[in-house]
């Protein structure tokens, strides 16, 4: 199954699969600094010995490049939407068979992850990118008559192109091997150690932009013999790269730690450098750069890059007006910022403060790139992209459920649904809020959360909500508005602007789901939520939705009944439920064109009052229809006529209105 890829969304798909592939990867980052920190206990203490310390150390080393080809490999299969499984096989396949990773000799079979990183990336990437060219080239299919099981069927035609792109892959690596960097690596070596400097420290950064060990990988390249030279006053190069081009780490993560916590608004961010503070100490940077993350971010990629060139700059001119002297160049690599400084130089304090003063100049390089990055993003990237690609995990996993589970009796609901999984996948799924209003006062009221999806540039109410609800699929889209809705009420709360309640939509899956009633209660948890429960949701379930009601207000939210008129809802069957808001559908607005329509919204409207609802009126779209409304002593609208619904950021010029009023 594979969406139409709008060619300019490709650069987006691959920097968003990257990205949460790299992210995936965070829980073994931290065990594997864990252990880095572990391993540097025990060199003095033993709690093991040192030969099973170093195997497990070199277990860690060989882990990762297979680790990062899966996550890539899977990731991307799933940003494009094509089989999963069958991808990852594949680049296995290609990984172990060109990497070097297995090598073999007179000895038997080892394993190496020297130098095998890049073809870690590059592997993945060239199964994707070939694996869309054929689908968009060719149209693969077995069996055109329909003969086969639709999820037999689909499985051969997604294993085609794999085949395919195997033997293309045999064809070009022996290519491949012809591509040679010694003329540029030549080059460079030709140059004054200064320009080779500046370029050692390009390139090192840009190698772990890629998720790849910035200085190993320039060591396998390029000739480094610079580094050990004398670059200002007594320092050598490498020395003072260390202490001053880098503090921290690579990036300047001390800098990027101080930037975060000063000038984040996120969340996420703060955790991130909150978590990577003990590691930090040591020198170990991976759960910072990977978290966050740094790597495959083009926004914080500059300042990463910026900040480490500028340290170089200014400690390099300070150095050649005001020499220091290096005394101790036997520092281990984990003895923590100011402290290696000062056991560097036998305790020169000026040296010190310059490491303080470009940890705090490269906090102020990174300040308006994290703000720029948070703005951008409304959330941390990774955030997003995360929530973004379980979306799409989860709905291709219920579209398999589905094939499997229904192949006879649903084929033609079967073939719906997968067009609108193609059309969902292949927009960009929003959050958007209409606001809700005092018809006696003009104040707002309430938000309502709404899902939108934006597909080149025009933004429509989504068509699939009602099939996917009818295929047991809603349960997919309830969690990402969920997700959503948390973070931006969160945000709201922190910048002051959530003046009002915010009300979100449950479908009758999620209603009958406690888990998801339990995550409601986690994230929304103290915030002015309104959980709106559909009318057919209520009627078909009733002691279900009571019992869910009372969960909700006894945790402090509010409930309303939603589109209440659109369906065979009774005022008795009212009576029995607790909410504390109806909402009239527009349905028995349009029939008020009528005497006996008027008549009948008037005395629904009154019934509900005296029965202690709070009434909302739904749908008003004229003046006309807004006079009416205040005939019938109802007190909260919503409708065209003030507003349609309104993307995050317009919302918050609304908010911040309201907020001054």
Same mark, same amino acid.
């Given at each position: 199954m594979l969406r139409a890829v709008n060619v300019l969304s490709v650069p987006k798909i691959f920097l968003d699969s990257l990205r949460e592939a790299v992210l995936a990867l965070l829980p073994f980052m931290f065990l594997r600094s864990i252990w880095i920190l572990f391993n540097i206990i025990n060199a003095h203490f033993l709690f093991m010995e040192s030969s099973m310390a170093g195997l497990l150390s070199q277990l860690f080393g060989l882990v990762f490049p297979l680790l990062l080809t899966i996550s890539l490999a899977y990731h991307l299969a799933l940003g494009f939407s094509y089989e999963r499984i069958h991808a990852t096989i594949l680049t296995l396949l290609l990984f172990l068979k060109f990497s070097?990773? *297995? =090598?073999?000799?007179?000895?038997?079979?080892?394993?190496?992850s020297d130098f095998v990183l890049p073809q870690a990336i590059a592997i993945p990437v060239f199964v994707s990118v070939f694996y869309v060219v054929l689908r968009r080239v060719f149209t693969f299919s077995i069996?055109?008559?329909?003969?086969?099981?639709?999820?037999?069927?689909?499985? *051969?035609?997604?294993?085609?192109?794999?085949?395919?792109?195997?033997l293309i892959a045999l064809l070009i690596a022996p290519i491949m091997h012809h591509f040679s960097l010694t003329p540029f690596v030549s080059w460079v070596a030709e140059?004054?150690?200064?320009? =080779?400097?500046?370029?050692?420290?390009?390139?090192?950064?840009?190698?772990?932009?890629?998720?790849?060990?910035?200085?190993a990988a320039y060591y396998t390249f390029f000739d480094a013999q610079f580094v050990t030279d004398i670059y200002v006053s007594n320092i050598p190069f490498t020395q003072f790269f260390d202490l001053f081009a880098v503090p921290g780490g690579a990036g300047g993560t001390w800098s990027l730690i101080l930037a975060l916590l000063l000038f984040s608004r996120n969340q996420h961010g703060r955790a991130i450098a909150k978590i990577s503070l003990p590691f930090a100490l040591l020198n170990i940077n991976e759960i910072l750069l990977f978290g966050l993350p740094v790597i495959y971010n083009p926004m914080l990629a500059i300042p990463f890059i910026l900040v480490p060139l500028v340290n170089q700059f200014l400690a390099f001119m300070l150095f050649s007006v005001f020499p220091i002297s290096v005394v101790n160049l036997d520092l281990s690599w984990i003895t923590p910022v100011f402290a290696n400084v000062w056991l560097a130089t036998d305790g020169n304090a000026m040296a010190v403060l310059v490491q303080g003063c470009l940890i705090a100049i490269g906090a102020l390089i990174y300040r308006p790139f994290i703000r720029r990055f948070e703005v951008d993003s409304n959330e941390m990237l990774g955030d997003k992209l995360a929530r973004r690609l379980r979306l799409n995990g989860r709905v291709l996993a219920h579209g398999d459920m589905l094939l499997n589970k229904a192949q006879n009796e649903l084929g033609e609901q079967v073939?719906?649904?997968?067009?609108?999984?193609?059309?969902?996948?292949?927009?960009?799924?929003?959050v958007y809020y209409q606001p809700q209003y005092n018809v006696k006062t003009g104040a707002l009221s309430g938000l309502e959360a709404l899902l939108r999806i934006e597909k080149d540039g025009v933004v429509s109410s989504p068509a699939f909500l009602k099939d996917f609800i009818s295929a047991g699929m809603a349960s997919s889209i309830d969690v990402w508005v969920l997700e959503q809705v948390a973070l931006d009420m969160k945000d709201w709360k922190q910048r002051g602007l959530l003046h009002t309640k915010v009300s979100m939509n449950l479908t009758v899956e999620s209603l009958l789901d406690s888990e998801h009633i339990d995550n409601i209660k986690a994230m929304l948890g103290g915030l002015p939520l309104v959980v709106e429960i559909t009318e057919s949701g209520y009627i078909q379930n009733q002691v279900e939705a009571q019992s869910v009601i009372l969960q909700l207000q006894k945790q402090g939210f509010h409930v309303a009944i939603d589109d209440f008129g659109s369906g065979y809802a009774s005022l008795s069957m009212l009576a029995k439920l607790k909410a504390d808001f109806v909402k009239l559908d527009r349905q028995f607005l349009e029939n008020a064109s009528s005497p006996e329509g008027k008549i009948l919204y008037h005395h629904i409207s009154s019934a509900l009052n005296e029965m202690g609802y709070t009434v909302i009126a739904e749908g008003v779209e004229s003046e006309e229809e807004r006079a009416f409304i205040r005939e019938c002593d109802i007190e909260f609208v919503q409708?065209?006529?003030? =507003?349609?619904?309104?993307?995050? =950021?317009? *919302?918050?010029?609304?908010?911040?209105?309201a907020g001054k009023a």
């Open positions: 070097g990773y *297995i =090598q073999f000799s007179e000895d038997g079979i080892a394993l190496s069996d055109r008559k329909g003969v086969l099981n639709r999820s037999l069927k689909r499985h *051969i035609d997604a294993t085609l192109p794999y085949i395919v792109i195997y140059l004054s150690m200064q320009w =080779q400097s500046v370029l050692y420290n390009f390139f090192i950064h840009l190698f772990w932009l890629a998720g790849i060990h910035g200085a073939a719906t649904v997968n067009d609108h999984m193609k059309q969902l996948l292949e927009g960009d799924l929003k409708g065209y006529f003030y =507003q349609p619904a309104l993307s995050k =950021q317009h *919302i918050e010029e609304v908010l911040e209105g």
